[in-house]
C-alpha cells in the first residue's frame, strides 16, 4: 500500500518510480522487516523476564536443553508481525495470490498462538491435543486450496496443475487429488518447520534458505518471459509472493540475531506454524509443490525422520534413531549443538542450488 502511495508520485518525482520494481520493493520489505524484529524483539524479551514466563522444556529432551528452561519464547510473533505489516506496505494489494498467503500466515500463526499459550499457562509441554491442532490446521488449508482452485482459469472443471521437477509440460490431475495433495503439502510444511524449531537459530537459519529460494522461483513463476524460457508455469501475481518472501528472509535474519546459540528468545510454535504454513501455501499458489521437496530439504529430512522412527517402532518395537527428530539424534551422539545447526544450514544451501538445476533441466 505504501509503495502503491509513493509510486503515485512518479510524475513529480521521477525517483519513486523504483517502486515499480518487485526487487526493489523485495529488498526494501526484506530490510524493513529485519529492522522491526532487531528494535522489537529486546522489548519482547524484557517483557518476558518481567513477568517470569519462559519456554517450557520436554522431560524426555536431551538433557543438555535443561539449562534453556525459561527462555522466553514466542517470539516467532514479533515475525509474523513484521511480516504482515511489511508485506501490507511493499506488496501489491490487488494480487489475491498476496492475501491468500497472508491468510495462511496468520491462520497457522493463529493455532500456534494457542499451543504456545496453553503450554505457558500450564507450563507444560503439552498444548493443544495434536487432534485439535490438525483439524484446525486441515480446515485451513482446504479453504486456501479451495480458493486456489476457484481463481485458476476453469475452477473445478479443469481440475488441478501440478508441475513436476524435469518435465517440460505440467500434468492435470482431478480436483480431488489436488485439493488432497495442497492440503498435505501446506499441513506437512507448518508442521516439518514445527519439528525443526528444537535448537537455537536451526529453524530460522533454514527458514532463511528455503524462503530465499522459493522468493527466486516466484519471481520467475511470475515473469512471462523467464517462466516462458524455463518451461515453468507462468502464474500472473506470483512475483508479489516473491516480494512477501523476501519480507520473511528479513524477519527471519532479524529474528536470528537474537536466536543465534545461545539463544535470548525461541520462535515457539507461533512462528515455526505460520512460517511453514506460509512456505507451503506459497509453494501451492506457484504450482512448485514438489520443488519444495528439493528446496526445503531440511524441514522434509526432519519430518520423515520422525515418521520413520514412529513407523519402525510401531512395527518392530525398536527405534532407528536415538531420537527424533533428526537433529535430537546427533546431539545424543555428542555432535555439538552448533556444529548440527551449521551443518543443517549448509544442507540447505546446497538443496537452493540443486532445486535451481532442476529449473534448467526441463
Known amino acids: 500500500m505504501l509503495s502503491d502511495l509513493l509510486y503515485g508520485f512518479r510524475g513529480e518525482f521521477r525517483v519513486f518510480n523504483v517502486f515499480h520494481y518487485i526487487t526493489f520493493r523485495a529488498a526494501l520489505g526484506a530490510l524493513s522487516s529485519f529492522l522491526a524484529c532487531y528494535l522489537l524483539l529486546p522489548r519482547w524479551i524484557a517483557w518476558f ?201 528479513g524477519g527471519c535474519l532479524g529474528f536470528l540475531w537474537y536466536n543465534a546459540p545461545p539463544a535470548q528468545v525461541f520462535m515457539g510454535d507461533v512462528g515455526a506454524l505460520a512460517l511453514g504454513g506460509l512456505l507451503g501455501a506459497a509453494a501451492v499458489f506457484i504450482k512448485a509443490e514438489l520443488l519444495l521437496l528439493i528446496f526445503g530439504g531440511a524441514f522434509v529430512v526432519e519430518a520423515l525422520s520422525v515418521l520413520a522412527q514412529v513407523g519402525f517402532y510401531k512395527l518392530r518395537r525398536r527405534r532407528i534413531l536415538l531420537m527424533a527428530p533428526l537433529h535430537h539424534h546427533f546431539e545424543l551422539r555428542g555432535v555439538p549443538e552448533s556444529k548440527v545447526i551449521v551443518r543443517f544450514w549448509i544442507l540447505s544451501g546446497l538443496m537452493i542450488l540443486s532445486m535451481l538445476l532442476t529449473l534448467k533441466l526441463r
Open 49 to 249: 523476564h518481567r513477568r517470569g514466563l519462559g519456554q517450557v522444556i520436554r522431560s524426555d529432551g536431551p538433557s543438555s536443553h535443561r539449562p534453556k528452561a525459561g527462555t522466553p519464547t514466542m517470539g516467532g510473533l514479533v515475525v509474523v508481525g513484521a511480516v504482515s505489516g511489511g508485506t501490507l506496505l511493499f506488496a501489491r494489494p490487488d494480487s489475491p495470490l498476496v492475501w491468500l498467503a497472508q491468510g495462511a500466515l496468520l491462520w497457522f500463526g493463529g493455532i500456534g498462538a494457542v499451543d504456545d499459550w496453553l503450554k505457558l499457562r500450564e507450563q507444560h509441554s503439552r498444548g493443544l491435543p495434536a487432534s485439535s491442532k490438525l483439524f484446525w490446521q486441515f480446515l485451513g488449508a482446504l479453504a486456501l486450496a479451495l480458493a486456489c482452485v476457484l481463481a485458476a482459469p476453469g475452477g473445478f472443471e479443469q481440475g488441478g496443475i501440478v508441475s513436476l521437477p524435469f518435465l517440460k509440460r505440467p500434468v492435470l490431475v482431478p480436483v480431488t487429488v489436488y485439493l488432497g495433495m495442497a492440503m498435505v503439502v501446506m499441513v506437512g510444511t507448518s508442521n516439518a518447520v514445527n519439528l525443526t524449531d528444537g535448537l537455537d537459530g536451526l529453524a530460522a537459519g533454514c527458514m532463511v534458505f528455503a524462503a530465499g529460494g522459493l522468493a527466486l522461483v516466484a519471481y520467475l513463476t511470475g515473469n512471462l518471459k523467464f517462466s516462458t524460457y524455463l518451461r515453468i508455469p507462468f502464474v500472473p501475481g506470483a512475483g508479489e509472493l516473491a516480494v512477501m518472501l523476501a519480507i520473511v528472509v
